[in-house]
Every structure is written in structure tokens, then in C-alpha cells.
């Protein structure tokens, strides 16, 4: 079975820093593409990045510049290393697994509709 498991939430002051790491096992790690998701309360869950299995990245526009997503095959964890947090910045963040190939597929986009499996969220808190 797929499984995922996000860790390194927290709380932060704006401007400050967290790293989000997401374990992975059922599947051969670098066969797909892995991405971070994140819902705010009242919004809809929104994709932030993502990485293929050859290293190929997605930033959201929001997160671009600010975010760094990278993985470590030998460890089957994908990282999530977000600089310059803003408020606006939380929310709960899930990591996922697209096991069909359409993260990257889509441009400037990083669809829910693609995601095959879903870890739990871990919460990120920026105060103001």
C-alpha cells in the first residue's frame, strides 16, 4: 500500500523558515511524481509543488522563489524547504502521489484532480 507521512509543521513568525518532509513507501520511489498541496480554512486545496521522479519541479506562482522542493531516493523523501513565510502561508499542507504522470503534465497548474494518494496534512501556522 501507498503510504505518506509529512512531517515539520509548525508555528512561525513571518519572514521566518520550515522545512516539510514527506517519508514515502508502497512504491518504487522515483517511478513518480511526488507534490505538496496545502488547504487554508474557507479555501480549496491548492497545489504548491512538486517533483518528478527525475527531478523536474513545479512552483506555484505564490510560493515561487521562496519555496525549494527536493527529494532523496535513498531515504524515499521528498522536502519541502519554505523561506520568507507569509501569513498567507498557512494552512495544512499534504504531500501526495500522482501515479498517472499528470503533475508536470499541466502548464502553470498543479491540479488536485491528479493526485492518486494523499498523506495527512501537517499544520503550518505564520503569525503576523
Known amino acids: 500500500d501507498v503510504q505518506l507521512q509529512a512531517f515539520g509543521g509548525g508555528l512561525v513568525q513571518t519572514g521566518g523558515s520550515l522545512r516539510l518532509s514527506c517519508s514515502a513507501s508502497g512504491f518504487t520511489f522515483t517511478d513518480y511524481s511526488i507534490g505538496w498541496f496545502r488547504q487554508a480554512p474557507g479555501k480549496e486545496r491548492e497545489g504548491v509543488s512538486c517533483?518528478?521522479?527525475?527531478?523536474?519541479?513545479y512552483y506555484a506562482d505564490s510560493v515561487e522563489g521562496r519555496f525549494t522542493m527536493s527529494s532523496d531516493n535513498a531515504k524515499n523523501t521528498v522536502y519541502l524547504q519554505m523561506n520568507a513565510l507569509k501569513p498567507e502561508d498557512t494552512a495544512v499542507y499534504y504531500c501526495?502521489?500522482?501515479?498517472?504522470?499528470?503533475?508536470?503534465?499541466?502548464?502553470?497548474?498543479?491540479?488536485?484532480?491528479?493526485?492518486?494518494?494523499w498523506g495527512k496534512g501537517t499544520q503550518v501556522t505564520v503569525s503576523s
Open positions: 517533483v518528478s521522479g527525475i527531478g523536474d519541479t
Open positions: 501526495a502521489v500522482d501515479g498517472r504522470g499528470l503533475f508536470l503534465t499541466i502548464d502553470n497548474d498543479l491540479p488536485v484532480y491528479a493526485v492518486d494518494y
